[in-house]
Antibody
């Protein structure tokens, strides 16, 4: 059974950074890319980027270039998202999601709420 | 970037109804389109991919069609569990989502 378990909610001040983890189980971690998608309150999901654990290829949405870092710890079956220079507009639920073949998302983490507040 | 536009934004219907949600892409995406269902406080759930392929375990009352720039999601015989928000997502040039359609009980 595929499971993606994310880290707990975070509260950060403007200008800070946040790191969210996504631990995978139930499948061979390096065979399937992990994508990150965020959803601000009442808004549509927004794609952020992805990592291929097999070849460590990474791609970021241009909307986050320079602020977003996605990494991968194969030994821990865990992917990470780090977002820096946070603003109030970064308040959202951040999801990791697995890609089975083409980039549609067949399994999702439970989401991590990141709140940016002074 | 490819823009995705759904209509309607809100849809009121009754149990047993047949409803259709439309998704339009700003340029042709062939059939590289997925549909998701989302309930409050939970992650989206994959319903359909490649415009019309039903994900394993999804009831057959859900169906998808379309290609190019216009797509539809149809739910035939609404069940109480179907009242939720629905999003389309293109993955021709990864990735972007529609703004969502909230399906409400009439």
């Amino acid at each position: 059974q595929v499971r993606l378990v994310q880290s707990a909610a975070e509260v950060k001040k403007p200008g800070a950074s946040v790191k969210v983890s996504c631990k995978a189980s139930g499948y061979t971690f390096t065979n399937y890319p992990i994508h990150w998608v965020r959803q601000a309150p009442g808004q549509r999901p927004e794609w952020m980027g992805w990592i291929n654990g097999g070849n460590h290829h990474i791609k970021y949405s241009q909307n986050f270039q320079g602020r977003l870092t996605i990494t991968w710890d194969t030994s821990a079956n865990t992917a990470y998202l780090e977002l820096s220079s946070l603003t109030y507009e970064d308040t959202a639920v951040y999801y990791c999601a697995r890609v089975r073949s083409y980039p549609y998302f067949d399994s999702w983490g439970q989401g991590t709420l990141v709140t940016v507040s002074s | 970037d490819i823009q995705m536009t759904q209509s309607p934004s809100t849809l009121s219907a009754s149990v047993g109804d047949r409803v259709t949600i439309t998704c339009r892409a700003s340029q042709s995406i062939s059939t590289w389109l997925a549909w998701y269902q989302q309930k409050p406080g939970t992650a989206p759930k994959l319903l359909i991919y490649k415009a019309s392929t039903l994900e394993t375990g999804v009831p057959s009352r859900f169906s998808g069609s379309g290609s190019g720039t216009e797509f539809t999601l149809t739910i035939s015989g609404l069940q109480p569990d179907d009242f939720a928000s629905y999003y389309c997502q293109q993955y021709d040039h990864c990735c972007s989502f529609g703004q969502g359609t909230k399906l409400e009980i009439k």
